[in-house]
């Protein structure tokens, strides 16, 4: 069985690559020069991971973020620093652009014979968690990474330093943690591609009845095995995973429609409004219809600011 793990090519002379796209993260470029690019085909749009650290903007587009164990929704400006072997998936509604750093400097690496660079090493760690970047720290290294498409050399490797001096000594308030856990999947996880089918699958019909049954047949795997695979890989049981898709989805129509919290409820999977009530507030700590609320007052008061 193949396992779903992104291959990285570093550009000859380069000690890390520059990716851009314009219209899909499937449909990449490879920034080699100023001027001069390599087309390749991106990995984002499935569940994958990869050795590589990996610092992603999305300057334009939104979606759905999976990182680790974590499923949140993103926007544009989204900023979110990736660990190594963290496994990662967007799923975009529509076109997006953005930009994508990669970097490979484990233990030996010439990277670390400057002691200066040994500051960064719980960074590193701290990355394996994933970690969205916002405020003042997201804009000005947003900045930074538009630069890097017009440099090269010192002056492109310069960038990354900075960039990653800025995420070290950003506040808190400008760090959140997604992923309650550290992931580094094993590189031979022979159930990496079973997994990533299981959950394309699910991303795909949450909004249908979904049948474990099904879910084996289509990943080939027993009960057991795949109970066990999956919560190793997504860091959640299935059903928990689902719920977790629904209740995104749930929490988004509450934003973007008029639709009756039980319509919204039925649409995105649920059969129960009892257990959809029950679960929103365990997770939103509100009702749906404060939740609701309070988006609307928050967004009232950011255009009333402008």
């Not at 979606?63 to 990662?88: Q, T, W, Y």
């Not at 999956?230 to 988004?252: D, I, P």
Request: proline share 3%; glycine share 6%; hydrophobic share 40%.
């Amino acid at each position: 069985m193949q396992v779903e793990r992104e291959k990285i090519q570093i550009p000859s002379g380069h000690s890390f690559r520059l990716l851009r796209w314009s219209r899909s993260v499937r449909d990449v470029e490879c920034v080699v020069a100023p001027g001069k690019i390599e087309k390749i085909v991106g990995e984002g749009t499935r569940w994958h991971f990869h050795a590589e650290m990996e610092l992603t903007l999305f300057a334009e587009g939104s979606g759905s973020r999976f990182v680790g164990d974590h499923i949140g929704s993103f926007e544009a400006g989204d900023l979110v620093l990736l660990g190594s072997k963290l496994p990662h998936y967007w799923h975009t509604k529509g076109n997006s652009c953005g930009i994508s750093v990669q970097w490979h400097f484990p233990e030996g690496h010439p990277f670390w014979a400057f002691p200066e660079n040994l500051a960064l090493r719980e960074l590193f760690e701290q990355a394996g968690r994933g970690l969205r970047l916002s405020g003042s720290t997201a804009a000005r290294i947003s900045i930074l990474l538009h630069e890097m498409r017009q440099t090269q050399g010192v002056e492109q490797l310069a960038l990354l330093l900075r960039t990653l001096a800025l995420i070290a000594s950003a506040p808190e308030t400008d760090r959140l943690f997604l992923s309650v856990r550290s992931f580094a999947l094993a590189a031979e996880s022979h159930y990496q591609q079973s997994i990533s089918k299981a959950m394309r699958h699910l991303i795909a019909h949450f909004r249908e009845e979904v049948r474990l049954e099904d879910i084996l047949v289509l990943t080939d795997l027993s009960r057991p095995t795949f109970a066990r695979q999956f919560k190793k890989h997504a860091g959640r049981t299935m059903s928990e995973f689902l719920n977790h898709l629904r209740l995104q989805a749930a929490c988004r129509e509450l934003l973007e429609s008029n639709r009756s919290v039980l319509e919204i409820a039925l649409s995105c999977g649920f059969t129960q409004i009892s257990f959809f009530n029950r679960l929103f507030r365990r997770l939103q700590k509100c009702s749906p219809t404060e939740y609701r609320a309070r988006q609307e007052r928050a967004n009232g008061r950011q255009k009333a600011a402008f």
